[in-house]
């Protein structure tokens, strides 16, 4: 047996594991054909991430397994069996890391595949930790910030923690699922596998788009609540009507042109180095 198909069975099963309640849920609230286009309650970049790391292993040359390959992957396979969701993807995050770091040779599609793997299983179990440990943080800083801008439209609008008053009486709550962290993480995470999709060997200034890239995202995020801050109608249109459908379009154009650059630049500079040596 090949070490990519070990790899893309427990993937798999992880990946049932992890996502297979909030699915069912999603299905149950919407039906299958409007839960399928609404990803199934799972973001399309989450998807998307999932395919570039399958669709690199399955581009993968591999080895035979050994020994330790198969006993990490019973111990994986073992604790998965456990029904929590969380579980699955620190497992499944553990696996991950094990394949990239101890199973695969640098500078592979191979251990890129697993790389991405290891970001997506990461990125619910920190976000869960970040917001937990820092959640009155984010929603303080989104609600300060969000007041700077939308005084300047708006100078009655007040703040009570949290919370922005409009001048109408209109109130916004922030909450977790509003804050700039939620798009930054998955905007990060579409970056991160664009770019281990066609670069092998990882430039360490190619870590510099990071900061960039959250700050533009923070900015649509406040952009965003901002407006909805203004008035009801203006809620209703960023947060459920085609304002929140510009938004995410607008987030995934930054993180997609963010990633194209890097690539670009990242495959210009190595071409200049090529030329002086």
């Given amino acids: 047996m090949y070490r990519i198909h070990l790899f893309m069975f427990v993937f798999t099963v992880g990946l049932i594991n992890a996502m297979i309640r909030p699915i069912l849920e999603h299905i149950n609230e919407y039906g299958i054909i409007e839960g399928l286009f609404g990803g199934f309650g799972i973001s399309f970049i989450v998807w998307f991430a999932l395919y570039c790391s399958f669709n690199l292993l399955h581009q993968s040359t591999s080895t035979q397994i050994n020994t330790r390959d198969i006993s990490i992957s ?4 073992l604790l998965l069996c456990i029904p ?9 995050a553990i696996f991950a890391g094990y394949c990239s770091f101890f199973a695969t040779a640098l500078h592979t599609k191979q251990r890129n595949a697993c790389l991405i ?8 179990p920190l976000s869960d930790l970040c917001l937990k440990l820092s959640a009155d943080a984010f929603l303080q ?7 700077a801008i939308v005084k300047t439209i708006d100078p009655a609008i007040t703040r009570q923690g949290n ?25 990060l995470l579409l970056w991160f596998s664009i770019v281990r999709t066609h670069i092998l060997i990882w430039n360490q200034n190619l870590n510099f788009y990071v900061l960039p890239l959250c700050i533009l995202v923070m900015s649509v995020n406040i952009f965003r609540l901002s407006m909805m801050t203004l008035s009801v109608d203006l809620y209703y249109f960023y947060h459920d009507g085609l ?8 987030i995934l154009l930054i993180a997609v042109l963010t990633a194209l650059t890097s690539i670009h630049i990242n495959k210009a500079s190595k071409k200049r180095t090529q030329y002086v040596s």
Avoid at 117 to 124: E, G, K, N, S
């Fill in 141 to 147: 800083f989104d609600a300060i910030a969000t007041l």
């Fill in 84 to 92: 929590s969701a969380l579980l699955s993807w620190v497992t499944l």
């Fill in 243 to 250: 304002g929140a459908d510009i938004t995410n379009i607008a």
């Fill in 163 to 187: 919370i922005l008053i409009g001048s109408s009486g209109h109130e916004l709550l922030i909450m977790t699922g509003c804050t700039s962290f939620t798009n930054i993480s998955l905007a």
């Fill in 117 to 124: 793997m290891m970001a997506i299983a990461l990125r619910v």
């Fill in 74 to 77: 019973l111990i994986a396979l």
